[in-house]
């Protein structure tokens, strides 16, 4: 799939956070030019600016995973307020997902090691607590940040569902997966893979993981055949903990180029829903905003074409695109 020298361009006039990956994965740009781009996620735009909103413990925002001032029986509780995205582990994700090289965090993770507690039962930070998606985020973030996160990745193959997935809702007594605990777990252990080498043991959980999403087609329940719920076709970035059909093929790119392999045919039918959502000048248009509280926006607002979704969508379809016959393809 050929990209319009038009819309490489607007992608490409973007913050260092985005427009390194352009130039890495959608322009072909050597690794001396999207090298040096990247360098400049810690001395300007999202990235300098969320560096400077760290605190002298290393936190930000006074908390874990919810900022120190949240009421958990205030309006900002209300189920449709929405998860605030200020505190440590959010920033922590934002900023390893832009790129930043873990040297401009030297000494965070001692520090959250020291000042750091899970909001639940005042756990130690390194440590995790008991939510799937958490323990995913912090796996990554700490294997990033050079903390021994090994106690977390043995984590997840004790907490592995029977179906194959993860949920988050497993203290509560749920027995079967969630689409979204299971694309953070995966995510999670994908980085952990490609930074340690992992063990056969992780290995095996992730494609056994993969495989509970790829039997659905990233999309279907396997009791009725419909979609799983309506964020499956909701594109929004950021992604958050959100699962949705470009998320989980951007996740399975990932993981084939990791491992080696091409695109497994039960992708089609998430491909073309990413396809679909494809406007006719090449864009997809941010859909909504997760509510709540930011520290500042980093993409457009609804409605509007996004250069983050672009970017995604566009790698996605192109390494599809790239590595399947149009004969063989969704519909054809």
């Known amino acids: 799939m050929a990209v319009d020298p038009a819309l490489l361009d ?3 006039d973007s913050d260092p956070a985005l427009r390194w990956q352009v130039e890495r994965d959608v322009a072909g740009e050597p690794p001396e030019v999207w090298e040096a781009t990247r360098a400049r996620v810690a001395i300007e735009g999202f990235g300098a600016r969320l560096l400077a909103l760290q605190e002298p413990d290393g936190q930000w925002a006074g908390g874990a995973y919810f900022p120190k001032d949240f009421d958990f029986n205030g309006p900002e509780a209300a189920d449709d307020a929405g998860q605030p995205y200020t505190a440590t582990t959010w920033s922590l994700n934002a900023l390893r997902d832009w790129g930043l090289d873990a040297a401009a965090l030297t000494g965070t993770a001692e520090l959250l090691d020291a000042n ?10 390194w440590g995790g607590e008991v939510d799937c998606c958490i323990n995913a985020f912090t796996l990554a973030n700490g294997v990033w940040l050079g903390a021994d996160v090994t106690g977390i990745a043995r984590w997840f193959l004790d907490h592995q569902m029977a179906d194959g997935g993860w949920n988050c809702e497993w203290v509560e007594g749920s027995r079967r997966s969630s689409f979204h605990s299971t694309i953070n777990a995966l995510k999670g252990l994908l980085y952990y893979e490609a930074v340690t080498g992992g063990s056969s043991e992780l290995h095996a959980a992730r494609r056994i993981g993969e495989e509970y999403l790829l039997k659905r087609q990233l999309l279907y329940t396997r009791s009725t055949g419909e979609f799983v719920g309506p964020w499956v076709t909701r594109f929004v970035y950021p992604f958050r903990w959100f699962y949705s059909a470009l998320n989980a093929a951007d996740y399975f790119r990932a993981a084939a180029l990791h491992d080696g392999g091409g695109p497994d045919p039960r992708l089609a039918a998430a491909i073309e829903v990413v396809r679909s959502g494809r406007e006719a ?9 997760h509510p709540g509280r930011v520290w500042f926006e980093v993409d457009a607002a609804p409605g509007e074409p996004s250069k983050w979704l672009t970017f995604h969508g566009t790698r996605v379809l192109e390494w599809w695109d790239s590595a399947v016959p149009s004969s063989a393809r969704w519909g054809d």
């Open 10 to 12: 607007w992608m490409l």
């Open 116 to 125: 750091s507690r899970w909001e639940y039962e005042d756990l130690p930070y």
């Open 281 to 289: 000048d090449g864009t997809w248009l941010q859909e909504r905003r």
